[in-house]
């Protein structure tokens, strides 16, 4: 039951170029969106989050953008860096009633060339 | 910065036996979750904790699963009888405000990769 479906699992960029990692999801509950970033080793750390009531938000180089018609979120780094490179998460719940507890995709592993 | 520490870093355990986990969440959250990530799957709800009782649980989390806050600082996962298939890297988070704050954040400890023989 993937309700959170990140269907790369690899994406490779050459340094200063965009990097898009894209993100679906089936549950309508959902309506907050997070993507996690996990470096070897570490646990997953927040990186950046939407609400459902936004279509983009923007943080540094980190761009995410959601679509609710199409149930699709993307995360955008700009410019792409080497220590970008790790597994990307992302990670959707809801905000009123049921569970809060985020459903995490399968992750997608980014490596940034320099 | 303050952040989610776990011992051991890796468990080696055979099968059958009990494990405990443990876990020093951010020293002012309230809320304490289990994850688990089977290689090369994706990162799965297991348990939350609050007030020191469970406030919610996976299917996953079933009677051979417990959690304990013993004492101010730790939070513990113990496997009464390990199985083959709970190989899996366990990762305990925090957070502030869990089921309360809209955009509460929950904070991931680096994880234990616990493997069963």
């Known amino acids: 039951d993937q309700q959170v479906k990140q269907n790369s699992p690899s994406l490779s960029v050459q340094e200063g170029r965009i990097s898009i990692l894209n993100c679906d999801y089936t549950?309508?509950?959902?309506?907050?969106f997070l993507w996690y970033k996990k470096y070897p080793a570490e646990g997953p750390t927040f990186l950046i989050s939407i609400s459902s009531i936004k279509d983009k938000n923007e943080d540094g180089r980190f761009t995410v953008f959601l679509n609710k018609s199409a149930k699709h979120l993307s995360l955008h780094i700009v410019p792409s860096q080497p220590g970008d490179s790790a597994v990307y998460f992302c990670a959707a719940r809801g905000t009123s009633g049921g569970s809060y507890i985020p459903t995490f995709g399968r992750g997608t592993s980014l490596i940034v060339h320099p | 910065e303050p952040e989610v520490t776990q011992t051991p870093s890796h468990q080696v355990t055979q099968m059958g036996q009990e494990v405990i986990l443990r876990c020093v969440p951010i020293?002012?959250?309230?809320?304490f979750y289990w994850y688990r990530q089977i290689l090369g799957q994706k990162v799965e709800f297991l348990v939350s904790f609050y007030n020191n009782e469970i406030s919610e649980k996976s299917e996953i989390f079933d009677d051979q699963f417990s959690v304990e806050r013993p004492d101010g600082s730790n939070f513990t996962l113990k496997i009464r009888s390990t199985k083959l298939e709970d190989s899996a890297m366990y990762f305990c988070a925090s957070s502030e405000f869990g089921s309360g704050g809209v955009t509460d954040t929950q904070y991931f400890g680096p994880g234990t990769r616990l493997t069963v023989l």
């Open positions: 549950n309508s509950m959902f309506d907050y």
């Open positions: 020293s002012n959250h309230l809320y």
